[in-house]
Structure formats: structure tokens, C-alpha cells
């Protein structure tokens, strides 16, 4: 058979087990007996977090479950389940008696190298689970649980209800679904839908472009199944089967993608991991999932006053895990979640994407999620291939983009500075190993250096040193280059500052590896001599007589200052030229894109200006609509035709710049927190040095700073406390510091070792975070109404 429309095959019923859906805290509850009880407890999930025996992270995170009351319609307010891999966008499906569950996978991609990556290795859908009801759908009463990363409710129709859970389960990389039909709705069923193994993007389209061939459909021992092939060899299957136990049901589905490798093999790999999941206990299933899940949410804690905010920065958290993994594909603009309507951006977008959507795993202290660094690490090898073919010397390195997770760009290259064949795509990889450079910074992991990011670096800065020239002014300057999404220009500003900050990163690379190299000579000289960047009355320009004219979304011209920080505004010198750089940036925001807001709010909060970041960041966050772009109503991102995961994840990020500091010296506690916000407690956030911080605000001061240093790092602390201090380690004794300006002091920490700061006289017995109050009620995200 080779409809598209595939109808889910049933196992023999098993022997009776009690289903375990959770819909409070902690330990597993049976599945109520009726739809109505089910609804009752998905419309309160949360509320019994608030007793006594949880944590404040269990409590923030199940407070900040996302809610619908409406049906979704798409990928723009749906319900969002993945595990790194394998993702699910839960909404109305396409009759009025249908719930579809889209599912897509950060590996299924096309595998056609002759064509640039947006093509030639375009990300490509699977389809759709559909349930089908035996009435039209009337109501719905779902929550998406963070903390057990599920999402549970009741679908009301004419003819009866279905309570249900659904959960992409996070070390099967499959989806599992839960139901139980009242009467009336016995006959629900799933069925699979697929769709078309071509790419979504038109633009740049080949002529001589065909999608690959329709798949094939079976059954296998009652397990139903979808065999794509790709022209390129290799493919993926989609496999399922619903095991029936009396009136409940559980639903496994998985896909599984191989290239080259023959499809036969791949169906058999799904098939047989469709029935290890049913075949495990309802009770193994849940437990397994959700304990990877509460143990991620203990890493950190944040609570701030606004809780639109707070629900909002926790649902940051789950959707990067969702989305990314160390060791798994980099975060492409969809993440795993193939919208339904495709669009444009059908790979790895390096030019700005990637980089600043994983910013917030460095601060929020989740490594375990860094794919950037163990993206570089497995593909280092496709780097010469985005060098232009006359500059591979075997010692130079570049990354143009799109790529695909692989690094490999379908023979594209960054092009070549000065020629008409110069793109906007220089300074990638240089960007791409300052979030490698920050992964070593928060972890004082020296074999990042050593082993990644020294040896790959040497040869980013080897691109640029092949157009490096000296000016009549005697200093080195760049030739044409373009300054991302705006201009091109002479000395770009955006290559000059990726330039600065790669000579001097080698310089201390040389220093912590206790090396030398035959081109440290020259990386001085070019820090030396490299031409300053080009100024006018606004502040720092795009380029050589490029001054900023009109607006510009991409911050590209100010990455010396955000993220690079080689100006910093608590030097007095830089105060200047960073104000009056910024403030033209931000005063013309009709060309803005969501991640200017986001990145706008994090430079605010780095130079003193608490509540220009928080509008900034509210503003965004609030669902305004700003030339064409806005955030959805599940905190996904629209612009114009497109979807996109990276500009909320940055507004993650800017929330944790509001708590916590430590890019240019100093750590800094509660520097961007505005005063509408008197009270804030964060846990475990993670500070350059391998700093852990904890840290409590009440009534507009800072209460206490406790901080444990991982690695041994000299600790310099702007705690922010007035006065004098009390300075003791974990057993009270007091420990030497050194004030060294008001609110900061400098405390030798060795390794392992625990301060907490308090204002002198003040002893805190057992310091730890809190849930803070209120300013106001909160509405809850997703479509609540």
C-alpha cells in the first residue's frame, strides 16, 4: 500500500498494568479513572508543588507549565515535545474531530552534496500522527508540564473525551502517547500521515532539483511502518504501534535515519525499538524519562518578581534541551521541529543563529547541551572545505554557511575578501569558537583549549592574515568585506573585531598551555598594528566610511562590545564610545528582528542600564509585532514566512546577564536588575572561572552571595552588598579577602572550596533559593483563555 495516510496496527492486548501519568508532583498517580478527573488535575498540574516537601526548582518549573484552553493551530502556538533529537508539535489537525502531532528529527536531512547546503542537505519532514475522534472536537484542557516534560490533558467532543499524555521520551528517541477514551470515544484512533521527502526552500532552488522518491508503507508483526528513501542512498522509517490494556492505550512511535546505509536495515532498527518500548513498564518508562528531567532542572534556579518572566526564562530551559545536546546535531533555526508550512531556513544558519541560541547553556550552567563545542570536535575536518580553493594551504580554516549539522556546506565557501566574491559570511567560525572559548571559560577545562579551540583557532586567524595589508598609515587594514545583513565596507568593523579578539585568545592560549608557536610573533603584530576601528560623531561605524545610516537588526558592528567584551563600561575610558555607540544602535528599531530586542537588553544590563533592558526585554517578550517578526504565544519566533527557535533563547539569556556577570574580570551579582524588581534568587548559575552562584535580593539589597569555585580560579566578587561584610567558608570560619572598591572584594578560593558573603554581623543559616514573590498575577503561557 503507498497511500500517505497510514492507519496505526494494534498488538494483541497485554496483561492488565496500571498506567502511571503524573499529573502532580513527583511519584507517579494512577491515571484517573474518568476524563473528568483527568481534566481536574491537568488544568491544577502544579498546584500541590507549592507544599512544603519540594524544591523551589520542582515548584518554579511546573508553575511555569504552558496551558491551553484552545486548540493550537500549528507550530506557532502548539504544544513543543522533543529530546535533542526527535521532536513533536502537538495541535488541531486537519478535520474538526482531529488531534496531529508533527513529528521531525534534527538528523533527517536530504544527502545531496552537489548543491549548497540549504538544498543539497535541506532538513526534510516526516508527517503527522493523527487521532481521530469519533466527535468534533469541542474543548481542550492541556498543560505542558516542564519538570516532567509531558503534556497532559483532555480533549473534549460531541460524542465523549480522551484523556491522554504525551511525551517524547528522552533516552528511546521516540514518542509515547497515553490514552484513555470515555464512552462515546472507543473508537479513537491513531494513524500516520506522511509527507513529501523534498526541501521547503525556493530561493536558489537548482532547475535540474527533484524530490526524492514517495516512500513505501507496511506492516510487521502489527507494527506499522514507513520506509523513505533517499536519491542519495540511505532514508529514514517511521514506525508505531498502539498496545491496548482495556479501555487504555499506549502509542509508541520512532524514526529512525541511516545514510548511506541500506533502508531494510533501518526499518528492522525501528521496528525493534517500537517493541522494546512497549514492551517496558508503563512505571520504567516514566520513571527513566522524567529522571533525566528533574535532574536538569536542579542544576540552576532563577525566580524574579515578574513571573511572565520568570515562566518564560523556565520554558527557555526546556526548550533547549529539547532542542540540543552536546554530542548531537548543533541547533539549526527550527530546531526539532519541522514546521508544517517548511520555509526558508532548512539548515545550520553560523552567521549569527547558532551562536547566539546557545548562550543561554553557558550561564544557566548546562554543559550537557553544548553541541557547538562537540560539533567542532567531530567535523573539524569539513572546515578547509569552506575555504576558497586557492587559499586551502592546508593550515587555513573557514566556515561559511548554511551548513548542515555536519559542518558540510555543499561546496560553498566564505569567499574571498576584496573580490566581488566576498560574502557576508568572514567571521563565522571566528564567532563559532568564541561560544568554544566560553565553554572553556565556564568550565576551566584546559583540554578544550588544547585539544579544540588552539589548534582550530590558529587556522581561523591564518584566513583573515591572507588579506591582511599595510596602508599608507602604516597599520594593517582588511579589504572589502560584508558586515552581515547591512553593508559591505573596507575595515569591517564586524572582521576587524573577530580579528582583535582571535590574536589575543591565541596569545593566552600560548600562555595557558605553556607553549609557544612559530606565528606568536605575528599574532602580536597585528594586534598591534591592525587599524582601530572606524569612528564618527555615532559612535563606532559599520566600516571604513560606513557610518550606521538607517536600521540594522544585526548587531554585527558592535561585537566588540556584545558578546566579545574587549570595551567594557565599568572601565571609564570606554564609557564614551560604548554609550554613544549603543544609543544610536537602539534608536531606530523599525528594521529590528527579535533577537535585537534580546541582545539589546543583555548590552543594557552590561552597561549599567537595568531598566532599559528589562523594557527591552518585556517589549519583546510581550508578543509585539515589529516590522514583520514576532514571539508566538508558545515562545517560538515568526518572521515574516519563516520560524525560528534562536531569538527567545537569547531573551533567555538576557534574563541570566540581569542576575550574573563575568565577561570582562569580575563576577558580578544582580548588576542588571531593575528596581521594579526588589526581590530575585538564582542557584547554580555558572560565572567565567567555573563559578557556581547562589545569590539573594530582598527589598532592593543584596541579602547574600555564596559562591563555590570548581576550579581554583582567583575569585573577584562584585557582591553589591553595602557596607561591610562577613566573608566565611561552609563551616563558618572566616576567610581573608581584599576589598577593592565598594560592593567588591577579591577571596582566594581553592578548588572545591564554598564563601558566602554577607553583610557584616548578618549569619544566614542555610542559604538557599527561593520561589520570591509576586508583583502581580501571572498568565500562563501557551493559549490559557
Known amino acids: ?238 514506525a508505531w504501534r498502539e498496545r491496548r490494556d482495556g479501555t487504555r492505550r499506549v502509542l509508541a512511535a520512532h524514526v529512525v535515519y541511516r545514510h548511506p546505509e541500506e533502508l531494510s536495515g533501518t526499518t528492522r532498527l525501528a521496528l525493534a525499538a517500537v517493541d522494546r518500548t512497549l514492551a517496558a513498564s508503563t512505571t520504567g518508562l516514566l520513571s527513566e524519562h522524567r529522571s533525566w528531567w528533574h535532574r536538569y532542572y536542579r542544576r540552576s534556579f532563577v525566580s524574579v518578581p515578574d513571573k511572565r518572566i520568570q515562566d518564560f526564562y523556565w520554558i527557555q530551559l526546556y526548550k533547549l534541551a529539547s532542542a540540543t545536546r552536546a554530542n548531537g546535531p548543533s541547533l539549526s533555526e527550527w530546531g526539532p521541529w519541522y514546521p508544517e508550512t517548511g520555509g526558508s531556513w532548512t539548515a545550520v544558519w553560523w552567521n549569527l543563529n547558532v551562536q547566539i541560541a546557545s548562550w543561554l547553556l553557558q550561564g544557566s550552567n548546562h554543559p550537557e547541551l553544548d553541541s557547538v563545542t562537540s560539533t567542532f570536535k567531530a567535523f573539524e575536518a569539513e572546515l578547509p572545505t569552506s575555504v576558497p580553493a586557492e587559499y586551502r594551504d592546508g593550515d587555513t580554516y573557514a566556515l561559511a554557511h548554511p551548513s548542515d549539522w555536519m559542518l558540510r556546506t555543499g561546496g560553498k565557501t566564505v569567499g574571498i575578501p576584496g573580490t566581488a566574491s566576498k560574502t557576508d559570511n568572514t567571521g563565522n567560525l571566528l564567532w563559532a569558537l568564541h561560544n568554544i572559548w566560553l565553554s572553556y571559560r565556564h568550565s576551566m577545562d584546559l583540554a578544550i583549549v588544547r585539544d579544540l579551540l588552539y589548534p582550530i583557532l590558529t587556522r581561523a586567524v591564518n584566513f583573515y592574515d591572507h588579506f591582511l595589508y599595510e596602508g599608507s598609515d602604516g597599520a594593517l587594514h582588511l579589504p572589502l568585506t560584508r558586515s552581515p545583513e547591512w553593508a559591505d565596507a573596507e575595515d569591517c568593523t564586524y572582521d576587524l573585531s573577530l580579528v582583535r579578539w582571535g590574536c589575543t585568545t591565541l596569545l593566552q592560549c600560548l600562555k595557558l598551555l605553556r607553549t609557544t608557536h612559530p606565528k606568536a610573533a605575528r599574532w602580536q603584530e597585528i594586534l598591534d598594528r591592525l587599524t582601530p576601528y572606524p569612528q564618527d560623531a555615532t559612535g563606532v561605524m559599520v566600516g571604513a566610511n560606513k557610518p550606521l545610516t538607517e536600521s540594522h537588526r544585526h548587531f554585527s558592528h558592535m561585537l566588540w562590545l556584545f558578546p566579545l567584551a574587549e570595551y567594557d563600561h565599568a572601565r571609564p575610558a570606554d564609557r564614551a564610545l560604548i554609550d554613544t555607540t549603543f544609543d544610536h544602535w537602539v534608536k531606530d528599531r523599525t528594521q529590528w528582528a527579535g533577537y535585537s530586542f534580546a541582545a539589546a537588553s543583555s548590552m543594557a544590563a552590561r552597561i549599567g542600564r537595568p531598566e532599559q533592558a528589562l523594557d527591552l526585554l518585556t517589549y519583546f517578550t510581550d508578543g509585539n509585532v515589529f516590522r514583520n517578526s514576532r514571539m508566538t504565544e508558545n515562545t517560538m519566533y515568526v518572521e515574516g514566512g519563516n520560524l525560528a527557535v534562536e531569538s527567545p533563547l537569547t531573551a533567555g539569556q538576557s534574563v541570566v546577564d540581569m542576575m550574573i556577570q563575568s565577561h570582562s574580570g569580575p563576577v558580578r551579582v544582580f548588576p542588571g536588575v531593575s528596581a521594579s524588581w526588589p526581590d530575585a534568587s538564582v542557584q547554580g548559575l555558572r560565572a567565567q572561572g567555573a563559578f557556581l552562584i547562589d545569590a539573594h535580593r530582598a527589598d532592593g539589597a543584596t541579602r547574600w552571595v555564596r559562591v563555590h569555585s570548581e576550579a581554583g580560579a582567583p575569585l573577584d566578587l562584585e557582591h553589591g552588598i553595602s557596607g561591610d561584610i562577613d566573608v566565611r567558608d561552609e563551616q563558618g570560619r572566616r576567610l581573608p579577602y581584599r576589598t577593592t572598591g565598594v560592593g567588591r572584594a577579591v577571596i582566594q578560593l581553592p578548588k572545591g572550596a564554598v564563601v558566602l558573603v554577607t553583610p557584616a554581623g548578618k549569619r544566614i543559616t542555610g542559604p538557599a533559593p527561593r520561589d520570591v514573590p509576586a508583583l502581580s498575577a501571572r498568565r500562563p503561557w501557551g493559549l490559557p483563555d
Open 1 to 238: 500500500m503507498n497511500e500517505r495516510r497510514v492507519s496505526a496496527a494494534l498488538s494483541r492486548p497485554s496483561r492488565r498494568t496500571a498506567l502511571t501519568l503524573a499529573t502532580g508532583v513527583g511519584a507517579a498517580t494512577l491515571l484517573p479513572q474518568t476524563a473528568s478527573a483527568w481534566a481536574a488535575s491537568a488544568a491544577t498540574v502544579g498546584a500541590s508543588a507549592h507544599s512544603t516537601d519540594v524544591s523551589p526548582h520542582e515548584r518554579v518549573a511546573r508553575d511555569a507549565s504552558l496551558r491551553w484552553r484552545t486548540l493550537p493551530a500549528d507550530w506557532k502556538d502548539g504544544a513543543l515535545l522533543g529530546n535533542g533529537l526527535l521532536g513533536a508539535v502537538v495541535s488541531k489537525g486537519a478535520a474538526a474531530n482531529t488531534l496531529q502531532v508533527m513529528l521531525s528529527h534534527t538528523k533527517v536531512q536530504d544527502q545531496r552534496g552537489q548543491w549548497r547546503a540549504a538544498i543539497g542537505y535541506s532538513r526534510l519532514p516526516i508527517g503527522c500522527l493523527t487521532l481521530s475522534l469519533s466527535g468534533e472536537i469541542t474543548a481542550v484542557d492541556w498543560a505542558l508540564d516542564l519538570y516532567d516534560a509531558e503534556l497532559r490533558g483532555t480533549i473534549t467532543t460531541v460524542r465523549g473525551s480522551v484523556a491522554f499524555s504525551i511525551l517524547v521520551h528522552n533516552s528511546r528517541d521516540g514518542l509515547v502517547a497515553f490514552t484513555e477514551p470515555s464512552p462515546g470515544e472507543e473508537d479513537a484512533a491513531w494513524s500516520f500521515t506522511w509527507m513529501p521527502a523534498t526541501t521547503s526552500r525556493t530561493k536558489d532552488k537548482p532547475a535540474d532539483y527533484v524530490g526524492n522518491p514517495d516512500p513505501a508503507t507496511g506492516t510487521a508483526e502489527g507494527t506499522s511502518y514507513v520506509e523513505q528513501p533517499l536519491i542519495a542512498g540511505g532514508g529514514w522509517t517511521t
